[in-house]
T-cell receptor
Framework: ETGVTQSPTHLIKTRGQQVTLRCSSQ?????VSWYQQALGQGPQFIFQ???????GRGNFPPRFSGLQFPNYSSELNVNALELDDSALYLC??????????????FGPGTRLTVT | AQSVAQPEDQVNVAEGNPLTVKCTYS??????LFWYVQYPNRGLQFLLK??????LVKGSYGFEAEFNKSQTSFHLKKPSALVSDSALYFC???????????????FGRGTSLIVHP
């Protein structure tokens, strides 16, 4: 098992509501990435934070936002939930930079269902 | 823009036979390449990576992969498959020349490996 944890494990929300998902990175990692994984698909990159700054974003609307905290834990916030937001949300941490190793360690995911 | 292709949705192999899961990529410059495995209802697990150096890299659980720059490929291999290797396999690339040095990751769609007893 990796040292990356996510909460909650499962979540059911209603269309239009807002949700916050949380991730605790592996110790010593400075980068966190968030992904959306639909059933039978590969992870789709949402955004990435390096040392508390967003340094990359995928093709997701602004209602998907995030934060990375000084202890390198992070949040993914989704506003105005839509039915298509139903998916497994994965966070992954890595050590990037000059002495980085760059492989990502994933949490178990949060299964979000929007009804 | 960088991209990763896994041309096979599913690979079937008999236990004890060698296996290959294919991956090709498109990225400017020298790529950072990775393989991950996902078991049902689990997150992805890192298997191996190529950053620089020897083109043949070895990883967890007896897996290895060969970086081929001329063919832009990074195929995953194992000499002798086990039933427990049955899972979903993802190839990924991180581009060290992405804007701002962000090493944005891109994943393939995944290949389902089924090892028959």
């Amino acid at each position: 098992e990796t040292g990356v944890t996510q909460s909650p494990t499962h979540l059911i929300k209603t269309r239009g509501q807002q949700v916050t998902l949380r991730c605790s990175s592996q110790s010593g990692h400075n980068t966190v990435s968030w992904y959306q994984q639909a059933l039978g698909q590969g992870p789709q990159f949402i955004f990435q934070y390096y040392r508390e700054e967003e340094n990359g974003r995928g093709n997701f609307p602004p209602r998907f936002s995030g934060l990375q905290f000084p202890n390198y834990s992070s949040e993914l916030n989704v506003n105005a939930l839509e039915l298509d937001d139903s998916a497994l949300y994965l966070c992954a941490s890595s050590l990037d930079g000059v002495r980085g190793s760059y492989e990502q360690y994933f949490g178990p995911g949060t299964r979000l269902t929007v009804t | 823009a960088q991209s990763v292709a896994q041309p096979e949705d599913q690979v079937n192999v008999a236990e004890g036979n060698p296996l290959t899961v294919k991956c090709t990529y498109s990225v400017s410059g020298n790529p950072y390449l990775f393989w991950y495995v996902q078991y049902p209802n689990r997150g992805l697990q890192f298997l191996l990576k190529y950053i620089t150096g020897d083109n043949l890299v070895k990883g967890s659980y007896g897996f290895e992969a060969e970086f081929n720059k001329s063919q832009t490929s990074f195929h995953l291999k194992k000499p002798s498959a086990l039933v427990s290797d049955s899972a979903l396999y993802f190839c990924a690339v991180r581009d060290p020349r992405a804007p701002g040095g962000s090493y944005i990751p891109t994943f393939g769609r995944g290949t389902s490996l089924i090892v028959h007893p």
